[in-house]
């Protein structure tokens, strides 16, 4: 059986989509939000978008990543990381430094706040990719 | 500043390839050539020998520097 085909921005745009019903699930259980009835149910559910992150590539033929796309990814991957890292630096500032010792931050919040800086990493990617392809990476010495 | 001119589109057009075939051919997504026909990607050295040895032409007469 042929297996259709998803382009790289759609394939990017959908692993961003699962890690925002993660999020959207992991608040869901919190018991603040008054959910916990659920929590099965919603465990099952996680598990199940973590699954379908991991396997997205074989439920859909993903696209090849060719040389175009791969230097536009090396361009976004950057990007990304340092995105990433700047978050983590912020994180790390509340939760270790000494300065913000008297500070309680609770499990359920770090949690939290990693899932939501995932999903902006994950999107950040989605769109920046999406945006270099369709702009191209532009060459200045190149001219039609 | 030497400029790079590219012809793929000439003759793309002239054997009547459509962007997506010739893609296939070469083993690349069709954004790829996209970008290569508008002048905003600079390809590899593989890559534009494939698309030459498509189009039965030297590298030179795909792609032109000029001052």
Redesign the interface.
Known sequence: MNKKQINLSTQYMLKSFIILLMLILYMASRENFGFSYYEPVVSKLYYGCLLLYGLIGLIWKNEEIDESAERILGKVSGICLNAATLGLIILALFVAAPMFKGLFISRDLIGLLLFILLFLITALKSILFYVFDRRGLYNGSIKH | ??????NIKEYRERKNIKQSELAQLV???R??I??L????????LK?AMDIAKIFQVTVEELFEFTD
């Open positions: 500043m030497a400029v790079l001119n590219t083993g690349v997504r954004e790829t996209v970008h026909e508008n002048g905003k990607y600079n390809p590899s890559l």
